[in-house]
């Protein structure tokens, strides 16, 4: 499938001397939700603010549905929607006028149907001719998303669009962002909540001091480099692991009363039945078992540890 | 071009002087009067007659044009800079216009708000001194010309500025003296020899001549000079304003 954003070698320097982006590669495909990881810093702001032309970029290239962000930015621009990071909208508009405002900018005739069909789909209906003054932060994030779709993009950029939103309007944006990928968009969400790439992205990319690290599907992500942790509790505490169980390398915790065992995902089931016959030889007696798949979450800390 | 966004810019814009009705046409206008009531009525009837015409009725093309430079100035200055301050910028720097589509949309607005304020002031001149344009379409047209000029000037401003202190900073400091030693109030020729030659290079003395003209038939220059002066600020502001949204300046990083 031919990539509907195809960024090439892309540098970013600013006239302070700070290296936001270094020599970025990346495509992305259509109809996907690709998520975009990384610290503060680490350059997605910048990567979107460059792909939608408000950042001019020091070298590289940026084709959108095949057409150069710097050599026809009309036609580039016309096909992404953005949802900043910032919540900034004109204080004194109505959310109605507002909309309204960004589909004329974007080229577009007014469409009252497709206005009235957004503002219902983010529960804005009620509030449409309220000021954006007198909305709460979570109703201004919607009315951010509703500009943003105003224009019917084929791309929207999400940059950190639950940033600061409580967890039931978050839950709630997600189930938007889902409906959204059905109809054909293609999204690029940046966030810092790993639960929210895990549970929306088809892949994901992380970001660290203007460089991509890794990109990944991300349930191959999670079983490439997710590790599987079991614990067992035990019924009598032990205090040094005995000699036939040392080939597992068990760590002993809660005061030996958890012994927690690391394994690769691909050869759990030998393994683990070994160990809990060893466990069992031994005359260790289990009180309970449980296992934890290695999170998203896990794999950045450990990226961008590195 | 993006028939739809200028559309969309220049009704936004609109939106917003009929939300700030007051600030933007009736304080101008109160100032005005105040203006007529102060030179025109208690000094000027102690003055005389100049080349025939009341003092109150020829100070009017200057008070005109003291109004409109500086509306036109804050009003498009304000109008970038405000989106600039709240941050909504991005959004016009990532929609898919161009620079004759912004100039249109903006300037194009603020121009039509200050050229309404400088009609509303003639028309409260009128109630107050027996006014006569000699030239009524040529005033139209200079009028016009000036509040385009100018509003591009302001917008230049508004891209340029880091914050209120700035946007405020060249109405208030440059463009106020040089309108009041402009001749709004006076003839240049009433001037001193010496003062009349340092005022040739006040650019401000060529539009109030050629704005009187057309009300009195009388000027310090041609109208033909003042008019190629005002069209060539209007060609060399907004080429400026061309230049910066080509290459980014002060616009994009």
């Known amino acids: 499938m031919k990539p509907i954003i195809s960024i090439n070698s892309l540098s970013k320097t600013f006239t302070s001397g700070f290296n936001a982006l270094e020599k970025v590669s990346l495509d992305i495909n259509k109809g996907e939700i690709f998520a975009l990881l990384g610290p503060n810093g680490a350059g997605k702001t910048t990567l979107i603010s460059i792909i939608t032309g408000i950042t001019i970029p020091t070298s590289g290239s940026v084709k959108v549905n095949n ?15 953005l949802v900043p990071q910032e919540v900034a909208i004109e204080p004194f508009e109505t959310v109605l006028s507002s909309i309204k405002f960004s589909r004329g900018l974007f080229g577009k005739p007014q469409d009252s149907l497709y206005i009235n069909s957004i503002l219902k789909q983010l529960s804005l ?67 810092h909540y790993i639960e929210e790439a895990e549970n929306l992205a088809d892949r994901v990319g992380f970001i660290n001091n203007g460089q991509i690290s890794l990109i990944e599907e991300k349930q191959q992500l999670i079983n490439k480099m997710g590790k599987k ?15 036939k169980l040392k080939k597992y390398k068990l760590e002993i915790s809660n005061s030996g009363n958890t012994l927690t065992y690391n394994y690769d995902i691909n050869s759990e089931k030998t393994v683990i039945t070994a160990l809990l016959n060893d466990l069992s030889k031994e005359n260790i007696k289990l009180k309970d078992i449980k296992s934890k798949q290695s999170s998203l979450e896990d794999i950045f800390i450990n990226i961008v540890g590195k | 071009m993006n028939y739809y966004a200028i559309k969309a810019i220049y009704l936004y814009e609109m939106s917003r002087t009929y939300r700030t009705i007051s600030q933007s046409l009736i304080a101008p206008v109160i100032s005005t009067i105040l203006y007529f009531v102060v030179f025109g009525s208690a000094i000027g009837s102690k003055i005389e007659n100049i080349e025939g015409i009341s003092y109150g009725v020829f100070i009017v093309p200057g008070l005109v044009m003291l109004s409109v430079l500086m509306q036109s100035i804050t009003n498009a200055a304000f109008a970038i800079y405000f989106p600039k301050f709240v941050g909504t ?27 309404s304020i400088g009609i509303i002031i003639l028309i409260t001149a009128h109630l107050i001194v027996p006014l006569k344009i000699v ?65 040739m290079f006040n650019p401000v003395v060529y539009l109030i001549s050629g704005f009187r003209w057309t009300f009195f038939n009388f000027s310090d220059f041609s109208f033909g000079v003042s008019l190629l002066a005002i069209f060539s600020f209007a060609i060399l502001c907004n080429s400026i304003i061309f230049w910066m949204f080509k290459t980014g300046y002060k616009v994009r990083n």
């Open chain 2, 89 to 115: 910028i991005n959004e016009l720097l990532s929609a898919p216009v161009s620079t004759i589509d912004i100039v249109i949309g903006y300037i194009g607005a603020a121009t039509t708000k200050s050229f």
């Open chain 1, 67 to 81: 057409y150069d962000v710097i050599k026809d930015p009309i036609k580039t621009r016309s096909l992404i929607g």
């Open chain 1, 125 to 191: 209906w009620e509030k449409r001719n309220t000021k954006i003054i007198e909305l709460s932060g979570g109703m201004k994030r919607r009315v951010l998303i509703a500009k943003a779709l105003s224009h019917e993009p084929l791309v929207l950029f999400l940059d950190e669009p639950t940033a600061g939103v409580d967890v039931e309007l978050r839950k709630d944006m997600w189930g938007i962002i889902k409906s959204l990928k059905y109809s054909g968009v293609t999204i690029i969400l940046t966030t």
């Open chain 1, 229 to 243: 942790t079991l614990s067992i509790h035990i019924q009598n505490a032990i205090q040094n692991i005995p000699y």
């Open chain 2, 135 to 199: 030239h009524p379409l040529y005033m139209l047209l200079f009028l016009l010309l000036t509040c385009f000029a100018f509003c591009s000037f302001g917008f230049i401003i508004g891209l340029w500025a880091k914050n209120f202190e700035q946007l405020n900073l060249v109405p208030m400091l440059i463009i106020t003296p040089l309108v009041f030693l402009g001749g709004s109030f006076y003839s240049i020729s009433m001037l001193p020899v010496f003062w009349q030659k340092i005022s």
